[in-house]
């Protein structure tokens, strides 16, 4: 599972440049299976990445396409998918994306993320022996008819507010 350390992400767009220069040849962040969302009224940013949820709402795929490998990651089958969209609407944080008839989502790029190995602030860390998935239930609601951006925008601005809180506590300290 990838894993964040927030406080540490200065938001300079590594990971998502790595990520999609890996994956498709191509620097830009259309092809990057993580997004950075900058939240400017908290200074935050936010790398948002498939959490490999306990629900596993997008291998509810119709087409059986999506299928969870090894690790724990999300893999999808180029020759059953039929760019139906359900995975990206299924979604509650926005980590999964079509993207030119394709789903982009983490696929721990085989085990050595390469966001990781590009993040040189420590940000973000890959912990492949942590077995305990993250719960996503609770940001489901609400998703209804969202695109994946403000998915992601609602997921980051929700999980940052306990750091801005305490860095407000401690600035008025």
Not at 43 to 50: A, K, L
Not at 120 to 143: N, Q, S, Y
Request: hydrophobic share 30%; aromatic share 6%; charged share 30%.
């Amino acid at each position: 599972m990838i894993t964040l350390e927030l406080e540490k992400c200065s938001g300079c767009l590594r990971c998502e440049v790595h990520c999609s220069f890996f994956h498709s040849g191509k620097i830009g962040r259309s092809g990057a299976r993580i997004r950075i969302v900058k939240i400017e009224e908290i200074g935050i940013d936010y790398p948002v990445v498939c959490q490999h949820c306990n629900e596993r709402y997008c291998a509810k795929c119709p087409e059986k396409a999506i299928e969870i490998g090894s690790l724990g990651q999300i893999i999808v089958s180029p020759t059953l998918c039929t760019a139906c969209g359900s995975c990206e609407v299924m979604c509650p944080i926005g980590a999964i994306e079509l993207y030119e008839e394709i789903p982009y989502v983490c696929d721990l790029c085989g085990g050595e993320p390469r966001c990781v190995k590009a993040c040189t602030m420590d940000a973000i860390h890959f912990e492949p022996e942590v077995t305990e998935a993250v719960g996503l239930k609770e940001f489901k609601k609400g998703t209804r008819g969202l695109k994946p951006d403000a998915k992601r925008l609602r997921y980051a601005t929700r999980c940052s507010q306990d750091l801005r809180d305490m860095w407000v506590s401690e600035r008025r300290g």
